[in-house]
């Protein structure tokens, strides 16, 4: 079986940057999920720039407000689902069927910062689907090793689901090169997710834990 990888861009809209970021998939004919800031969206530009996405087949996710917020140090419900709700409400029509959402990790790291039971509760009660990551190639912070480190991943695992950044400094100018070294892999690019990284489901938990789940 050939290695599976789904493509997700966090961070973003970024404009000057998606839409390079955006190119470069179409040529492919890739489709992947944008993870985007709720902030961000109050510029017409970057709303645009997720309509575009959108219409383009991708898939559009949550992903916080403010990307300040790591959901397992916080211990005030309110806010925690202020930074969920309303940047669903600024996606709106936007939004996947699933509701898809991304924890803000702090540098991609896995652990009980990344959620508190505000959280958990809100996903299983309005039906989101909590999705992490397996592979952090490190593109907003390493434009030199990130596309070597992404490879490595790939070849380690059955099912990739790689997170990289549509902002300014990140993937944009080697992701055309990062998916040729991909096809000499001759890698399955899907859009969805392995169970693996799906914490919650249409009011389930898949592979939710204690591990994901901090005391705020």
Not at 50 to 69: E, F, K, P, Q, Y
Request: aromatic share 8%; with cysteine; hydrophobic share 40%.
């Amino acid at each position: 079986m050939n290695k599976r990888v789904t493509l997700t861009f966090d961070n973003g809209p970024t404009p000057g940057v998606s839409p390079k970021v955006f190119d470069t998939l179409g040529r492919r004919g890739i489709k992947a999920t944008f993870f985007v800031i709720g902030n961000k969206l109050a510029d017409p530009a970057a709303a645009a720039l997720m309509r575009a996405a959108h219409a383009a087949g991708h898939w559009i996710g949550n992903h916080t407000l403010t990307h300040s917020v790591a959901f397992g140090e916080q211990r005030d419900a309110a806010v925690t689902i202020r930074e969920i709700e309303e940047t669903q409400r600024r996606i709106g029509a936007c939004a996947h069927p699933d509701k898809l959402f991304r924890p803000y990790g702090k540098s991609g790291r896995i652990g009980p910062h990344l959620l508190n039971r505000a959280a958990l509760s809100l996903f299983l009660e309005q039906r989101y689907c909590c999705v992490t990551w397996n592979s952090v190639p490190g593109d907003w912070y390493d434009p030199e090793e990130w596309v070597t480190r992404g490879i490595r991943d790939v070849e380690a695992a059955d099912w990739s689901v790689v997170v990289l950044h549509d902002i300014a400094g990140a993937c944009a100018a080697r992701l055309g090169e990062f998916i040729a070294r991909l096809d000499d892999l001759g890698v399955e690019y899907r859009q969805d997710f392995p169970d693996s990284v799906v914490l919650t489901r249409a009011g389930r938990e898949v592979a939710m834990s204690d591990a994901y789940l901090g005391g705020g």
